[in-house]
């Protein structure tokens, strides 16, 4: 069956380091990938689309890579922020619009 | 831009009772989607919509739910009756067109059933 797997539910790291989130599929074969941010009672918010064929995309401290041959993506936010904690959901996108998500990393960035 | 609206945004319910959540997508987006959020997990989708027309339902609970979108702009999810394992978040989102789109997504409905 298909199955979306994000990294440990949390993850702890000091201002200023390198964020490393992971999204992990099997059985599935995407059209695209997109990470999405969720806050607290709010719902999530997109942040970066990588299609299949892409193999890094990039926005600001944001970075994204995709290998569909190891069925993996990485999310990199660089010179982490308290502000940036929050929970991370990666989701697959097939080409009828169709979103699966996972669960999520908890990100907490300490000043 | 407005964002997609939710309402309401909290309801306590008890189990066999009804309800029913209502959205209002950005304006002129064609495709509208509500999603179940468990607590600790990721959205589900439970149905979307291209204009009025259903484009996916594989995994609404027909038996209990039921959800409309008459003339292609809000749309209402209703849960009759509640099951207890019904309590969760529940969220509406919006996108341009089917395909390849970011989704918009709304506050969501968080719901209780006890």
């Known amino acids: 069956s298909q199955k979306i797997e994000q990294n440990s539910e949390a993850l702890n790291i000091q201002e200023g380091k390198t964020a490393t989130l992971t999204c992990n599929y099997t059985n599935y074969s995407p059209a695209y990938l997109q990470w999405y941010r969720q806050d607290p009672g709010r719902g999530p918010v997109f942040l970066l689309l990588?299609?299949?064929?892409?193999k890094e995309k990039r926005k600001e401290r944001l970075k994204v890579t995709f290998d569909t041959t190891l069925k993996q993506s990485l999310f990199h936010i660089t010179a982490s922020q308290p502000a940036d904690s929050a929970t991370y959901l990666c989701a697959l996108d097939t080409n009828a619009g169709k979103s699966t998500f996972g669960d999520g990393t908890t990100l907490t960035v300490k000043p | 831009e407005a964002g997609v609206a939710q309402s309401p945004r909290y309801k306590i319910i008890e189990k066999r009772q009804s309800v029913a959540f209502w959205c209002n997508p950005i304006s002129g987006h064609a495709t509208l989607y509500w999603y179940q959020q468990i607590l600790g997990q990721g959205p589900k989708l439970l149905i979307q919509f291209q204009n009025n027309g259903v484009v996916d339902d594989s995994q609404l609970p027909k038996d209990r739910f039921s959800a409309e979108r008459l003339k292609g702009v809000d749309s209402t999810l209703k849960i009759q009756p509640a099951k207890l394992e019904d309590s969760a978040v529940y969220l509406c989102a919006s996108s341009p067109r089917t395909g390849e789109d970011t989704q918009y997504f709304g506050p969501g409905t968080r719901l209780t059933v006890l």
């Open positions: 990588i299609r299949e064929n892409e």
